[in-house]
């Protein structure tokens, strides 16, 4: 591996970055405000929700982030500034036009993201006068505070960072996320901020986060929803003095690597927080034409109900798997197809062959099944194309958590 | 309406049909052999799955109904001859020429259906020796055994029959189904035999056949994922003497609503027996640009887990219902969107209007959702099209239920 993890790095570990959290009274007492800055200059790049219900802070962060020189995020938890009409958009704009006001910087240099309850308008009061104090509250080691401060129905801290050399220079990549339910491969109700001290050009920090959004956040999911707040940005600060990275730069596979190792990692622990989840799943295609068809036949497969329950009951029904791969969309041919169940520990069944099932031993599927992460490697025939992706087993607690919580 | 519904009227019901029911040792107690036997020739169309996974009996059912004149349909429960390769290919056809054998008719006459457990050969020896013995049990009123012999996790028996008038004679249509769990918005794990007397020209029973299957089948679901051995069939024998039914047929109009009554009632009475559900779900979508659009929208809030969830918590939780409308697919303006919801008894509250939630009565909404059917009207500004769709709440037992049963 060409990066280092760092032992509880977290989204201030790279220079210059600062934050900070407080309570405003949104949620009745943990932290619910939160603000990272960047002490200097930014390149920053973001992807978005596709929900056409997106919210308020997502139509101005898109704008922001067209500028791509973001300075300070300021995010609410408790309240997603959802389905409020031009109330939620104003309501924003404003918090947006105060945050840079007394931070000194242009509005355009602000992002927002919400997340909480939808429909109800933000109680700006609270949020007001907690803008002052947050900005105070923002420090060099803030980092796992704000990452408390942005969760919802997370039950655990969502924070990640790693080391790399690019130039002869030490770079540093943090990152924080919130996100348990309505987790999908189109990003929902998830927020990710990555922060990095390496200096980046503007157009390739935005391929590279497009790729690694791809490869990891859209290939994760709980339930198969989307939501109207989720967002992924990535603030880069150029503190760590390399030359900027582009495609033609050296070193930039290593940049990628370690950019894309602290975001598998955040929303990896997002599915294990999946509401209810007991069971990490991966699942893994090949050899199939194309990546869409090794992508969708993953997210198929990851988002079957019966194939989730099957996996909480520790039944390896690979009957519902073939099923979910037959109709994902992706092309392939029956008869090519392999199955592997396999675990953490290293213990692997090959239950399919030629799409047939083999003569295996059901205890030892059964005996396999009992781990906490439940590995699916489906095969197919058709082509070199690969595919990862994450998901979770299906609860009664999943039931209990999404029938009495208004979201 | 044009049409009659026959008291406890069955797939026998319509003139020249016989069905009969046998327990050949597939499943341990129950039914597990039927046939349905027209006494004359038809004009037959059907619709199968889209699984690239579909069974053997759907590979040779779709060329048989390319002849379309379907005489005999033998249907095996408790084993769905899927995933089982050249060989259940060879086992299908081998029941196939026994049964055209014995019944003195072509293999071409001869449909298959299966439903069951996934990846293990036809208990061959058992399904041949039944072959005589449940032609020997077919009869005029066999239409109840045969819909209760075609069931695996059904709880109840799904059957129904209308009469209708086409050029003065009286023409009845009946239909037998099964499904509960995997049941989807592209027909999974549900079967449907469909009968009628009327006289139907080849081409227009195909189009009909599409059309309705379109607007009912299609468009229910109970986990979203679709089966290896979804199968729609109707046969038309025309002893009603009738003049053909086309698409030139002054009552042609009545036909189609008789014809779509009958398979609306068997798709409702899957989703309402749909694994571990409580609640029926009925989702309306009006005012899209396209019919498309309006369907996507309506499967999208049928498909969603939150949705379920909250609908069994008797959480009148809009927002999720607007979110999965947000990223249905579905084109539309969220400033333009009503939402109301609604019960059997004919109680409504509108929550939503022009995307804002109105200021209504929570305690409403939850003494509405106590009811058995629940009933979600989502209205865009965006065009005409409507669509319907039924879908069933996400309980504690669809966990129980698919978290132990192994298909």
């Given at each position: 591996m060409t990066y280092e993890v760092i032992p509880n790095g977290h989204v201030t570990s790279p220079r210059g970055f600062l934050a900070g959290s407080v309570h405003t009274g949104v949620k009745k007492e943990k932290d619910d405000l939160v603000l990272l800055i960047s002490e200097t200059a930014t390149t920053s790049a973001a992807m978005f929700t596709q929900n056409l219900a997106a919210a308020?802070?997502?139509?101005?962060?898109?704008?922001?982030?067209?500028?791509?020189?973001v300075r300070a995020v300021l995010v609410n938890s408790g309240n997603a500034n959802a389905c409020t009409g031009?109330?939620?958009?104003?309501?924003?704009?404003?918090?947006?036009?105060?945050?840079?006001?007394?931070?000194?910087?242009?509005?355009?240099?602000?992002?927002?993201?919400s997340t909480g309850v939808i429909g109800v308008p933000l109680p700006m009061d609270k949020i007001r006068a907690g803008i002052p104090t947050v900005i105070k509250a923002c420090h060099a080691q803030g980092g796992p505070?704000?990452?408390?401060?942005?969760?919802?129905?997370?039950?655990?801290?969502?924070?990640?960072?790693?080391?790399?050399?690019?130039?002869?220079?030490?770079?540093?990549?943090?990152?924080?996320?919130?996100?348990?339910?309505?987790?999908?491969?189109?990003?929902?109700?998830m927020l990710g901020f990555i922060t990095t001290d390496a200096a980046v050009e503007l157009s390739?920090?935005?391929?590279?986060?497009?790729?690694?959004?791809?490869?990891?956040?859209?290939?994760?999911?709980?339930d198969g929803d989307t939501s109207t707040n989720d967002t992924v940005m990535v603030l880069a600060n150029g503190q760590a003095g390399n030359k900027p990275l582009n495609d033609q730069h050296p070193d930039k596979k290593k940049f990628m690597d370690a950019l894309y190792a602290v975001n598998e990692a955040l929303a990896i622990s997002i599915v294990k927080d999946g509401e209810g989840a007991t069971k990490l799943m991966e699942v893994i295609t090949e050899g199939f034409a194309t990546k869409t068809d090794a992508r969708?036949?993953?997210k198929a497969v990851l988002n079957s109900n019966l194939v989730k329950t099957a996996i909480f009951g520790e039944d390896g029904n690979w009957g519902r798997i073939v099923c979910?791969?037959?109709?994902?969309?992706?092309?392939?041919?029956?008869?090519?197809?392999?199955?592997?169940?396999?675990?953490?520990?290293?213990?692997?069944?090959?239950?399919?062959?030629?799409?047939?099932?083999?003569?295996?031993?059901?205890?030892?599927?059964?005996?396999?099944?009992?781990?906490?992460?439940?590995?699916?490697r489906l095969t197919a025939a058709s082509g070199e194309a690969s595919a990862r992706g994450w998901g979770c087993d299906l609860s009664y607690d999943y039931v209990k958590i999404n029938g009495s919580y208004r979201s």
């Amino acid at each position: 591996m060409t990066y280092e993890v760092i032992p509880n790095g977290h989204v201030t570990s790279p220079r210059g970055f600062l934050a900070g959290s407080v309570h405003t009274g949104v949620k009745k007492e943990k932290d619910d405000l939160v603000l990272l800055i960047s002490e200097t200059a930014t390149t920053s790049a973001a992807m978005f929700t596709q929900n056409l219900a997106a919210a308020a802070p997502v139509h101005i962060s898109r704008e922001v982030f067209d500028e791509g020189d973001v300075r300070a995020v300021l995010v609410n938890s408790g309240n997603a500034n959802a389905c409020t009409g031009s109330r939620g958009e104003a309501d924003a704009l404003e918090l947006q036009q105060i945050t840079a006001e007394m931070m000194k910087m242009k509005p355009q240099q602000v992002a927002l993201a919400s997340t909480g309850v939808i429909g109800v308008p933000l109680p700006m009061d609270k949020i007001r006068a907690g803008i002052p104090t947050v900005i105070k509250a923002c420090h060099a080691q803030g980092g796992p505070q704000a990452a408390q401060g942005i969760m919802t129905t997370d039950t655990i801290r969502k924070e990640m960072a790693v080391t790399t050399v690019i130039d002869g220079k030490t770079v540093t990549i943090g990152g924080m996320a919130k996100g348990s339910g309505m987790i999908n491969p189109n990003m929902a109700t998830m927020l990710g901020f990555i922060t990095t001290d390496a200096a980046v050009e503007l157009s390739y920090l935005k391929e590279a986060v497009a790729a690694v959004v791809e490869d990891t956040y859209n290939m994760i999911t709980v339930d198969g929803d989307t939501s109207t707040n989720d967002t992924v940005m990535v603030l880069a600060n150029g503190q760590a003095g390399n030359k900027p990275l582009n495609d033609q730069h050296p070193d930039k596979k290593k940049f990628m690597d370690a950019l894309y190792a602290v975001n598998e990692a955040l929303a990896i622990s997002i599915v294990k927080d999946g509401e209810g989840a007991t069971k990490l799943m991966e699942v893994i295609t090949e050899g199939f034409a194309t990546k869409t068809d090794a992508r969708l036949a993953a997210k198929a497969v990851l988002n079957s109900n019966l194939v989730k329950t099957a996996i909480f009951g520790e039944d390896g029904n690979w009957g519902r798997i073939v099923c979910s791969l037959g109709y994902s969309g992706a092309a392939f041919q029956l008869n090519d197809v392999a199955l592997t169940l396999a675990n953490s520990r290293g213990e692997s069944v090959q239950v399919l062959s030629a799409g047939l099932p083999l003569n295996y031993s059901e205890e030892k599927v059964a005996e396999l099944l009992k781990d906490k992460k439940v590995m699916i490697r489906l095969t197919a025939a058709s082509g070199e194309a690969s595919a990862r992706g994450w998901g979770c087993d299906l609860s009664y607690d999943y039931v209990k958590i999404n029938g009495s919580y208004r979201s």
